[in-house]
């Protein structure tokens, strides 16, 4: 597929509805200006600079305080940290696969991670052909044989169908056709689940639900989506088979779409004090090999003796499968009118 930048250096482009304002205010961008990009090379890859993105994106005002950059305007603010991967839009943690960088006195980002990230997620109608489903694959992790995570209250596997179960009935209810990999307690491999969801011949998108297991202190929530071409999984070192591109790299885009409508959507259900671990990349079985749209949620810590309770807790339950439903409605409202001219990621 075109790359972005091949087709985007001289355009004026309008801009869609970002997700991060659809889990938020809900409010449009601008047209954007005609931009000619700034891109260096800095260990090899290409990095582009803070100021292209802040004219793209027309951010009106660009505030640097030692290693901290904060990009915004009256709809969207973007936290960068130099040296760090984090970035925050609107207070919905993303983790980027490259560390934001510096050249002299600019700050650059990898150009893997503006056209993989933060281009979709601030102009989802621009992702080719995202909206056209009402099938959703709901695939609630482990079951039979692998409980998953454990801790005094139950099992991962069973928390993991009873919020799938509860997100079936609100999607049906909504109008969308909903498959679930299991709806009891039975072992199925990781293959078994790709060629399920490979074997849904409509347009349909693919939620794997699970909870999270650590160190008694790790808690919250995180979202992933597969790692682009020569992105590492996250947390491992770079391997030489990282450079594949995987079945599911075909939807990149509208994968990060659908992990912002999702991982946001939770944050707001769950409130104030539930610790953001962010929207991360990986090489999980499922990601690389389902032929859909695909993520995997982490809906937080059996581990962890205060979100073991919330796990347990029916009302916690619902609000992640409220979260779920809710993103997807507006993740292909989102996604569903595209420019005739859209570059395609």
């Known amino acids: 597929m075109a790359h972005p930048f091949r087709l985007i250096h001289w355009l004026r482009l309008s801009f869609a509805l970002p997700l991060v304002l659809l889990v938020t205010v809900g409010l449009a961008f601008s047209a954007a200006p005609v931009v000619e990009w700034e891109i260096t090379k800095i260990d090899g890859r290409d990095y582009v600079s803070v100021d292209s993105i802040k004219r793209f994106y027309d951010f009106t005002k660009m505030t640097r305080t030692g290693g901290s950059l904060i990009l915004e305007n009256s709809k969207i603010e ?26 002299g006195d600019k700050v650059y980002v990898s150009r893997v991670d503006l056209a993989k990230l933060i281009d979709p997620v601030l102009r989802p109608n621009f992702i080719q052909n995202a909206g056209d489903f009402r099938t959703v694959i709901l695939d609630p992790g482990h079951g039979g044989k ?18 799938a179960g509860i997100a079936e009935k609100l999607l049906v209810a909504k109008g969308f056709k909903v498959v679930m990999t299991r709806d009891t307690d039975v072992y199925q491999s990781l293959q078994e689940r790709v060629d399920f969801a490979n074997a849904v011949q409509e347009n349909a998108i693919y939620v794997s639900i699970h909870f999270n297991s650590g160190s008694s202190s790790a808690r919250g929530i995180e979202t992933f989506t597969l790692s682009p071409p020569g992105v590492s999984h996250y947390g491992r070192d770079f391997k030489e088979a990282d450079n594949l591109t995987r079945a599911g790299n075909e939807h990149d885009s509208a994968n990060i779409a659908l992990a912002t409508s999702v991982h946001g959507s939770i944050l707001r259900r769950l409130g104030k004090n539930t610790l953001d671990r ?13 032929r859909h ?22 009302a916690y339950q619902n609000a992640i ?18 420019p005739a001219s859209a570059p395609q990621n």
């Not at 991967?85 to 919905?92: A, E, F």
């Open 146 to 163: 692998d409980p998953g995570a454990t801790n005094p209250y139950g099992t991962e596997a069973n928390y993991n169908v009873k919020v």
């Open 293 to 314: 749209p695909a993520i995997l949620l982490e809906g937080g810590f059996m581990s962890h003796p205060y979100e073991a309770r919330l796990i347990e807790n029916e």
């Open 78 to 103: 973007m936290n960068l940290k130099v040296g760090g991967n984090d970035c925050l839009m609107n207070n919905v943690k993303f983790v980027f696969s490259q560390e934001i960088a510096t050249v």
């Open 278 to 290: 962010g929207i991360k990349r990986a090489r999980f079985s499922v990601l690389s090999g389902v």
């Open 321 to 338: 499968a409220g979260g779920i439903v809710d993103a997807i409605t507006k993740y292909r409202f989102a996604v569903g009118h595209n």
